[in-house]
């Protein structure tokens, strides 16, 4: 390519693909996060192609998770999450390690994921795994068409805020 005024349309076009993934992703995590009674079933659903993909992978959340094709079955597994009282009385996602390959129509993305939880039932988990996400772009909006997600870690945590010190090098003189 020699025209510069092209190959820097291209790469504008990436940066701001990568922006409106990574805004897409957000907002899934986002909507995750809320998940109860009142969600926005229809705009969680949305972010995904009508043929997408969501998936556990790995023994633990192939076994938790399963599979679901297409954005109607994607829709119904979230729904099943939509009681009350909520599953989760707390439920916050961290994304790390991002990264972002844009290909055209099309992306790939990947991150590390933490996710600390607090169910109905008062039980507590902590839970990273790491994230394997592709993208279309579909009339100008960016969504996901495969979600797959792959434990890392997973335990139970009895408490969240605990009293104890926390264990810091002690300061000299003391």
């Given at each position: ?5 092209q ?40 972010l ?127």
């Amino acid at each position: 390519m020699n025209d510069p005024l092209q190959a820097l349309e291209q790469r504008l076009d990436a940066l701001e693909s990568a922006s409106a993934i990574r805004a897409c992703m957000n907002r899934y995590m986002q909507l995750c996060d809320d998940l109860g009674a009142h969600s926005p079933l229809d705009e969680l659903a949305g972010l995904f192609t009508p043929n997408a993909i969501w998936e556990g992978k790995g023994s633990k959340y192939q076994e938790a998770f399963g599979g679901y094709h297409g954005r109607a079955a994607i829709r119904g597994m979230f729904a099943t999450y939509m009681v009350e009282p909520a599953h989760f009385a707390l439920n916050v996602h961290f994304l790390t390690s991002e990264q972002i390959e844009v290909r055209g129509l099309q992306a790939g993305g990947a991150w590390v994921m933490l996710q600390t939880s607090t169910f109905a039932s008062g039980a507590s988990h902590l839970n990273s795994a790491r994230l394997s996400v592709t993208f279309e772009c579909e009339d100008g909006q960016w969504r996901i068409a495969h979600f797959q997600t792959e434990n890392l870690f997973s335990r139970p945590v009895s408490l969240w805020n605990h009293s104890a010190r926390l264990p810091v090098p002690h300061k000299p003189g003391e």
